[in-house]
C-alpha cells in the first residue's frame, strides 16, 4: 500500500468517527437525523386563515406595484 492510500484510509476511519460523534451529539441535543416523524401535521382552520389573509395581502400589494 504506498503512502497515499494509507493516508485516505486513516482520514475515512476519522471521518467516520467524526459521522458518529456529530449523531451522537445531534441526539442528545433533540435533533432528528433528517428522518420525519411519522403522523400528519395539522393546522387548525384559524391557521389556514391567517396564512391564506397574509398570502392575498402579498399578492395586492405585488399587483398595486405592476400597476404602478
Same mark, same amino acid.
Given at each position: 500500500?504506498?503512502?497515499?492510500?494509507?493516508?485516505? +484510509?486513516? /482520514?475515512? !476511519? +476519522?471521518?467516520?468517527?467524526?459521522?458518529? *460523534?456529530?449523531?451522537? /451529539? +445531534?441526539? /442528545?441535543?433533540?435533533? &432528528?437525523?433528517?428522518?420525519? *416523524?411519522?403522523?400528519?401535521?395539522?393546522? &387548525? *382552520?384559524?391557521? %389556514?386563515?391567517?396564512? !391564506?389573509?397574509? +398570502? %392575498?395581502? %402579498?399578492? !395586492?400589494?405585488?399587483? &398595486? &406595484?405592476?400597476?404602478?
Amino acid at each position: 500500500m504506498n503512502p497515499l492510500s494509507k493516508t485516505i +484510509q486513516e /482520514l475515512e !476511519a +476519522q471521518k467516520a468517527q467524526i459521522e458518529t *460523534a456529530i449523531r451522537t /451529539l +445531534q441526539s /442528545l441535543n433533540g435533533a &432528528s437525523d433528517g428522518r420525519r *416523524a411519522k403522523g400528519t401535521r395539522r393546522m &387548525s *382552520a384559524e391557521g %389556514r386563515r391567517r396564512i !391564506a389573509e397574509a +398570502q %392575498r395581502k %402579498r399578492w !395586492a400589494k405585488f399587483k &398595486s &406595484s405592476k400597476k404602478s
